[in-house]
């Protein structure tokens, strides 16, 4: 099993990729709601529930060492 401070660096790069998908969706939603990419919107709402969960396991298997 990989040390923890690998876990713990990784978990830090899933988070900083989190952060940039909400900035993102944060951007798409000031525009007009007419003109909003919903497929974007759509799509990045799912990357940041696959985000989430990939953060919620490794801290798991953190917790468990």
């Known amino acids: 099993m990989?040390?923890?401070a690998v876990i713990q660096a990784r978990?830090?790069?899933?988070k900083t990729n989190l952060l940039i998908i909400e900035?993102?969706?944060e951007e798409e939603l000031k525009k007009h709601?007419?003109?909003r990419d919903k497929r974007l919107l759509?799509?990045?709402?799912?990357e940041k529930s696959v985000w989430e969960y990939a953060?919620?396991?490794l801290?798991?298997?953190l917790?468990?060492?």
């Open 2 to 4: 990989k040390e923890a």
């Open 11 to 14: 978990v830090a790069e899933l």
């Open 23 to 25: 900035q993102r969706t």
């Open 33 to 35: 709601f007419r003109k």
């Open 42 to 46: 759509h799509f990045l709402h799912k």
């Open 55 to 57: 953060i919620q396991q």
């Open 59 to 61: 801290d798991w298997v």
């Open 63 to 65: 917790n468990q060492q």
